[in-house]
């Protein structure tokens, strides 16, 4: 695709139920984060995917929060039992090969657990 | 706990004025630093980065970097209206170049 696409833009939800967000990264592009951005602060890292597998996983906060990348393109990412605390922009980015000189960021799924 | 710090601002410069803004990291590690405009409702784009100590040019916008004092600057020349937004700062380290830490970012606010 011409983008980083994130699906769906907008997600509304109850607290304690099981949610999932979809990245469709830029084709070719190897690596994949998630970031997650709360109102006025700055993103945080969550998880970035070389391929098929986490490089790196340290950003997730708890063990409710999953995210899988079975074909090395799109990725989902998983949050079981939300809490009103998981609302948040959840962004995702994909790079060529990795790093982000040429990272491109899609335009956010943004999550309201009510 | 590595840290990126910014002023939140908002920095309020004349149209044409050069804006200033700047950024410090905890990580001595750090090797490479990028600017990232944000519109309200949008997701970040990068505007450049730098790995150097030294003063970086690309079209009005100008990063400098002094690792010595773990410090780092954006200078926007002949600011626009159209430059209004939140400007991230990021650094990551040499061990793990693909995890960025963001700044809370600085508001800039360009009036004509």
């Not at chain 1, 990348?69 to 039992?81: A, C, D, F, H, N």
């Not at chain 2, 920095?11 to 990232?36: H, K, M």
Request: with cysteine; glycine share 10%; aromatic share 12%.
């Amino acid at each position: 695709g011409a983008g980083v696409s994130q699906t769906p833009s907008n997600k509304v939800t109850e607290k304690g139920k099981y949610v999932e967000l979809r990245c469709d990264p830029i084709s070719g592009h190897t690596a994949l984060y998630w970031y997650r951005q709360s109102l006025g602060q700055g993103p945080e890292f969550l998880i970035y995917f070389q391929g098929t597998g986490a490089a790196d996983d340290s950003g997730l906060p708890n063990d409710r929060f999953f995210a899988v990348r079975p074909e090395g393109s799109v990725s989902t990412l998983k949050i079981q039992r939300t809490e009103r605390g998981d609302s948040a922009v959840y962004l995702c980015a994909s790079s060529r090969t990795g790093g982000f000189t040429e990272a491109f960021f899609g335009q956010g799924t943004r999550l309201t657990v009510v | 706990q590595k840290e990126v710090e910014q002023n939140s601002g908002p920095l309020s410069v004349p149209e044409g004025a050069i804006a200033s803004l700047n950024c410090t990291y905890s990580d001595r590690g750090s090797q490479s630093f990028f600017w990232y405009r944000q519109y309200s409702g949008k997701s970040p784009e990068l505007i450049m980065f730098i790995y150097s100590n030294g003063d970086k040019e690309d079209g009005r916008f100008t990063a400098q970097l002094n690792k010595a004092s773990q410090y780092v600057s954006l200078l926007i020349r002949d600011s626009q209206p159209s430059d209004s937004a939140t400007y991230l700062c990021a650094v990551n380290s040499e061990e793990n170049t693909d995890k960025l830490i963001f700044g809370t970012g600085t508001r800039l606010q360009v009036f004509p």
